[in-house]
Every structure is written in structure tokens, then in C-alpha cells.
């Protein structure tokens, strides 16, 4: 059987285009970036393009763009810039930030609390959606404390269940306040429009969400904001972010980015396949004496969708899938084997929903037929084993 891929918010495979730009680049460009010869300055070249081709689909100066190895890289530069001197000032500097952030922007919050940093956690409500009220009364309790808000991160697309966060919302509350925000864009950046995530001061993406190569991302900012380094070495990025770059990747990077920005609207057009896949599974669930529950009321993007399958847990079911050739996920893959539930969906709607849970997110090649035969394969899956409680 052929593998039916509908896992695509964990990675997308790498466009055609793309490959045969890094095959190009691999053998005419392979210079040091930061070398001033011929080779160096070929190698150079996609590089810049790179910078200019994610500026142009982000909608930010190729002077504020710095390329990093990814999304997770992107968020750390970003919180360690906001957190890069916790000892300055009179005031404790504090941080707000959503519960349902991708463990990159969770974890190092964690590690900043450790350091002093006041950070004061915003729960989703059950739609999965962060309320900007929610995050009014979260800066409130930071300024009640003696805190000075530095940094507000939050989500533009959340990656497990592709609720849309209200940014622009959060934008206006943080310039009043004057706060910085940080938006995690990775599962936005060239499958919704700019809006979703317009108003931010940083600004994350990844090549390999928009069909381009892993290990390289950006973090985009401002022209106000003048990064701290999180790394130390050569000048490479403004020496943000020190190392010899790669020109391979960076030439991939770019032919994914312009391809994103020439085409705006190949995940609007997934929306009426996903919600028919939606649709049958809990048809298929319901038959089997497990019907599934969607997570994530609210204003989804359009190729995204969260189901519960009471009975089941998420992983075993993604397994008994996985037999079947169908690939979907559990949760983030970011953290993949773990035995913990979900903490997104755990901040949503608790831990047993959680454990319960499979992600599905579709692509710009998934076609009707890929969903006909996924459908088939489920209904094989949940036919042939009864939950076990």
C-alpha cells in the first residue's frame, strides 16, 4: 500500500524545486558564506536571497531577518533577547505567555522562571484559544506583583490543533503597555495570510513547515529591536548568530519561501477536505462504539484537525495507522515518545481527552483520494479493535 501522509504540521516534504535548488547550490556554491573570493561570494549569494525571499513572504526588511537552524532557535533567540540582562532595573522583569505554547517557547520560560524571571502563564480557553483578555489580566497580575512586562509570546497557529490566536488583539495590548510581542509563526507563515500574525515585534519561521529544508529558520524582527546574542563566535548574522552558514540550505529556503509568497492560497482549499475527513471519522467512530471529539472550537486553520477517540490512546492508535500506511501523529513532534499527555491538550480540556488524542493535518498535495483511502483505512483500524475502555 501506498503511505497516505497527513502529518504535515510536523514536517512537509521538501518541493522538487527546492531539492534541485540545493542540488545546484551544492555544486556551484559550496563556498564559505563568509569568505570575500569568488566562491565565498557564490556561496554568498544564496544566502541573501534567502533573507529576501522569507522578508518578502513574512512582510518584514531582509535587514531584520537572521537565519537560524530553525523554529525552536528562532523562539530561544527571541525570549533569551527580551531576558538577556534579568538583573537590570529597578523592577523584576516578567514574562507572559500562553500555556499552549510549542515546547521550545514553554521550555525555555521554565528555565527563565529559574533565573528570576517573573512569568506569569495565560490558560487557553476549552476552544483552544488564548483571550486577549486573558492576557490583560496576566500583565495585570505581573504588575501587581512589581514586575515590568518585557515580552509577551504568543502562537500565531497552535500546532497541535490549528487554532488561530487572535495577534492582532494582543499586538494593540501590548503597544499601549509597551510591551514586546513574540509570534511563534512556524505553522502560519505561508499557509494563512499575513494578518495572522501582523503586529509582532519577532517573528519565528521554519523552512520545513513551507515544503523547504530542515535545519534553517529566521527569526524576524522590528527595526526597533536590536537582538542580544544568545551565541558567541564570528560575526555571521550580525554575530546573532555565529557559524559557518549554509548556503545548501539557504538556497532551499528561498526557492520554499517564494514559492509560499506566490501562492496564498493552497490551504484555504483544504478546508472542505478536512472537514469532510473530520466529518467521517466521527461518523466511523460513532459506528464503533468510540466517537471522537474534535479539539479546537475556534477559528482553525484550514488543514488542521484534533480528534479524541474515547477508549483509545492517541499513540497506540497512530501505531495500529501506522500499520496501515497511514501517517498522522499524536501530538507534537517535538515531543514524540513521550508517555505524558498532551500539555495542550491537557490546558484545554484534561488529560484523559489528551491521551486520547490524534492529530491530523493535511497538505497541498493531499488530494480526495488521499482522504477516500485514509477513510478506508480507519474504519479498518476501529472496526478491527474495540477500545479498551
Same mark, same amino acid.
Given at each position: ?59 518584514? /526588511?531582509?535587514? /531584520? ?304 483520494? /488521499? ?19
Amino acid at each position: 500500500m501506498r503511505v497516505v501522509y497527513l502529518d504535515w504540521n510536523a514536517t512537509t516534504p521538501p518541493h522538487p524545486d527546492v531539492v534541485a535548488a540545493m542540488v545546484e547550490t551544492a555544486t556551484s556554491s559550496w563556498g564559505n558564506p563568509a569568505s570575500v573570493h569568488g566562491p565565498g561570494r557564490r556561496a554568498r549569494s544564496r544566502v541573501e536571497d534567502a533573507r529576501e525571499a522569507v522578508a518578502a513572504l513574512v512582510g518584514f /526588511d531582509p535587514r /531584520d531577518v537572521v537565519l537560524t537552524s530553525g523554529g525552536t532557535e528562532a523562539n530561544n533567540l527571541a525570549l533569551h533577547h527580551a531576558f538577556a540582562a534579568v538583573s537590570g532595573g529597578s523592577a523584576q522583569p516578567a514574562l507572559v505567555v500562553g500555556r499552549i505554547e510549542h515546547p521550545s517557547v514553554v521550555r525555555f520560560a521554565e528555565n527563565l522562571a529559574a533565573r528570576g524571571v517573573l512569568v506569569s502563564w495565560v490558560d487557553p480557553e476549552p476552544s483552544g484559544r488564548i483571550a486577549p483578555e486573558a492576557m490583560a489580566e496576566a500583565m495585570d497580575r505581573a504588575a501587581s506583583a512589581g514586575a515590568s512586562v518585557r515580552l509577551v509570546a504568543l502562537q500565531a497557529v497552535n500546532h497541535e490543533t490549528g487554532v488561530i490566536q487572535p495577534v492582532a488583539a494582543v499586538a494593540s495590548l501590548c503597544r499601549s503597555r509597551g510591551a514586546l510581542l513574540h509570534v511563534d509563526a512556524v505553522q502560519a507563515v505561508g499557509k494563512l495570510p499575513r494578518s495572522t500574525f501582523e503586529g509582532a515585534d519577532l517573528v519565528s519561521v521554519a523552512a520545513h513547515k513551507i515544503r523547504g529544508p530542515k535545519g534553517i529558520g529566521a527569526l524576524l524582527t522590528a527595526p526597533s529591536v536590536r537582538l542580544s546574542r544568545l551565541l558567541y563566535g564570528g560575526s555571521q548574522e550580525r554575530g546573532l548568530r555565529p557559524g559557518t552558514q549554509d548556503p545548501v540550505a539557504a538556497a532551499g529556503f528561498a526557492v520554499a519561501a517564494e514559492r509560499a509568497r506566490r501562492t496564498p492560497d493552497r490551504y484555504a482549499e483544504l478546508a472542505p477536505l478536512r472537514d469532510r475527513l473530520q466529518a467521517e471519522l466521527v461518523r466511523l467512530g460513532r459506528a464503533s462504539g468510540a466517537e471522537p471529539v474534535p479539539n479546537g472550537a475556534a477559528e482553525r486553520a484550514p488543514h488542521v484537525t484534533n480528534l479524541s477517540f474515547p477508549g483509545w490512546r492517541g499513540e497506540e492508535l497512530c501505531a495500529a495507522l501506522d500499520l496501515e500506511r497511514v501517517a498522522v501523529s499524536s501530538g507534537s513532534a517535538c515531543s514524540a515518545g513521550t508517555a505524558e499527555p498532551s500539555p495542550v491538550l491537557a490546558a484545554m480540556v484534561g488529560e484523559a481527552r489528551a491521551l486520547a488524542a490524534v492529530r491530523i493535518s493535511l497538505g497541498e498535495e493531499t488530494t480526495a483520494d /488521499d482522504v477516500d483511502e485514509a477513510l478506508a483505512r480507519f474504519a479498518r483500524v476501529l472496526g478491527r479493535t474495540r477500545p479498551t475502555s
